[in-house]
């Protein structure tokens, strides 16, 4: 019987399997053994050392994987009269339109601060004239709203990803882009970071638009107002495709999308009032900032994926450009 210590070694070349260097473990061995046993000692010790490693990873991803919520626990279907479900214990939520109605739920926290996401699939076929939303918003005439709704559009054809944010009731910022991909295929991950320093919307953790905190410059930023997060599916035929020019088919109804991994990790703000319950120090995204990479990433994706950026409206704006579009923080 023996003790041995370990000597760890991290290789440089990033593994072909994970995306993080590789790290080598090899043990220390502490009285001299016939080299073919030293060999098969090793080999046992690294065998070891790789299962240890290996469940650790493994341990990791099931704890990210178990991040995601449970719409029993963390939502409430609102409106839409049966057309909104829960299903598979809670893992998958379908929200319906018919001509009748539409659908929609809410998260049951509200909050100040977050990182919030969703994976959402959307209608297949002809869409036309319906409405996808997952957003965020507090209430009244001069509420804080940040937007991302899906536009559907004729069966073959893109849909449209319209954002949007509101500050004190004021709107107006619309950013329009065509995905890279078939949202009607498969699940994507849909998500909003809010904090201090700017709103970033993402697509499948690529960044597409950033709305930077330019209260020095007089630009109003979502601070002071407990925000839900919403979901719904809605008809709006008038303006939805094409600017209203096509209009929905309602054989093709109901219409159904449907969402998975919703996860809301935020500081919640308490029903009753009082301090908001945030452990901002151990939440990486309430200072989470843009680096050179993700700024080159969402360049890239407005360059190639923008189809409308209100800053470039000028006719929109006969009385001046509004002065996010041109301030500097």
């Known amino acids: 019987m023996f003790m041995a210590t370990a000597r760890f070694y991290l290789h440089k070349e990033p593994s072909p399997i994970l995306p993080f260097p590789s790290l080598y473990i090899y043990p220390d061995l502490p009285y001299p053994f016939h080299p073919q046993t030293q060999v098969l000692i090793k080999l046992m010790f690294m065998a070891t050392a790789r299962f240890f490693l290996f469940s650790i990873l493994l341990?990791?991803?099931?704890?990210?994987?178990?991040?995601?919520?449970?719409f029993y626990q963390d939502v409430d279907i609102n409106?839409?009269?049966?057309?909104?479900?829960?299903?598979?214990?809670?893992?998958?939520?379908t929200l319906s339109l018919d001509k009748s109605s539409g659908s929609g739920f809410l998260s049951k926290n509200q909050y100040i601060y977050?990182?919030?996401e969703v994976q959402l699939k959307l209608v297949p076929g002809n869409s036309a004239g319906t409405v996808t939303t997952f957003y965020l918003s507090s209430r009244g005439p001069t509420h804080d709203e940040i937007d991302l709704e899906f536009l559907g559009n004729l069966s073959g054809d893109p849909y449209t990803l319209h954002t949007n944010v509101f500050t004190q009731g004021k709107g107006n910022r619309e950013q329009q882009f065509?995905?890279?991909?078939?949202?009607?295929?498969?699940?994507h991950t849909y998500s909003v970071l809010w904090n201090p320093r700017h709103i970033v919307f993402y697509v499948d953790g690529m960044p597409i638009r950033e709305?930077?905190?330019?209260?020095?410059?007089?630009v109003a930023y979502p601070k002071g107002q407990a925000m839900r997060v919403y979901a719904s599916m809605w008809a709006a035929e008038d303006w939805a495709t094409r600017g209203g020019q096509v209009k929905t088919d309602w054989s093709q109804a109901p219409?159904?999308?449907?969402?998975?991994?919703?996860?809301?990790?935020?500081?919640?703000?308490?029903?009753?009032?009082?301090?908001?319950?945030?452990?901002?120090?151990?939440?990486?995204?309430?200072?989470?900032?843009?680096d050179a990479t993700s700024v080159r990433r969402m360049k890239w994706v407005q360059r190639n994926y923008?189809?409308?950026?209100?800053?470039?409206?000028a006719k929109r704006f006969p009385q001046g450009m509004p002065p996010e579009c041109f301030a500097t923080p």
């Not at 341990?59 to 449970?70: D, E, V």
């Not at 409106?79 to 939520?93: P, Y």
């Not at 709305?211 to 007089?218: D, L, P, S, T």
């Not at 703000?269 to 900032?289: D, L």
């Open 211 to 218: 709305f930077k905190n330019m209260e020095a410059k007089g």
């Open 306 to 313: 923008m189809i409308y950026n209100y800053c470039s409206d």
């Open 178 to 187: 065509k995905l890279w991909f078939d949202p009607t295929r498969d699940f």
């Open 114 to 116: 977050g990182r919030f």
């Open 59 to 70: 341990a990791i991803s099931s704890t990210s994987a178990t991040m995601a919520g449970n």
């Open 79 to 93: 409106w839409g009269n049966g057309r909104g479900k829960i299903l598979n214990a809670g893992r998958l939520l």
């Open 255 to 290: 219409f159904t999308a449907a969402f998975r991994g919703y996860a809301a990790n935020g500081c919640v703000w308490p029903a009753g009032g009082g301090a908001a319950t945030c452990s901002a120090s151990g939440s990486s995204w309430m200072w989470q900032e843009f």
